[in-house]
């Protein structure tokens, strides 16, 4: 059984930075894709980040592009996201996400094994 752990989220004023962490038990991270997903209240659950167990590809939201990061530490098995920059409309919960398909995907019903969330909210 793949058990996520997220943390690291927290009250940050805009333009600040924060890392998040996901660690990951049970298996290697290296046997799935990762993603970050975000989910603000109202909202849809929405794509952030994500990062192939294949070749260490990354692809980004266009509305992070630039200024989040999605990274990994296979000694560690954990997987990163590194937020610059911060706005307020970037508050939510965030969410770690393991997929184990042969292909990457971004959307959210791809992915199988999921984190509780870390609360991120960013003050004007």
């Known amino acids: 059984q793949v058990q996520l752990v997220e943390s690291g989220g927290g009250l940050v004023q805009a333009g600040g930075s924060l890392r998040l962490s996901c660690a990951v038990s049970?298996?290697?991270?290296?046997?799935?894709?990762m993603g970050w997903f975000r989910q603000a209240p109202g909202k849809e659950r929405e794509f952030v980040a994500r990062?192939?167990?294949?070749?260490?590809?990354?692809r980004h939201s266009d509305s992070v592009k630039d200024r989040f990061t999605i990274s990994r530490d296979n000694a560690k098995n954990t997987v990163y996201l590194q937020m610059n920059s911060l706005k307020p409309e970037d508050t939510a919960v965030y969410y770690c996400?393991?997929?184990?398909?042969?292909?990457?995907?971004?959307?959210?019903?791809?992915?199988?094994?999921w984190g509780q969330g870390t609360q991120v909210t960013v003050s004007s």
């Open positions: 996400a393991a997929d184990s398909s042969w292909v990457t995907h971004m959307s959210p019903s791809n992915y199988e094994y």
């Open positions: 049970g298996r290697t991270v290296r046997d799935y894709h």
């Open positions: 990062i192939s167990r294949r070749d260490d590809s990354t």
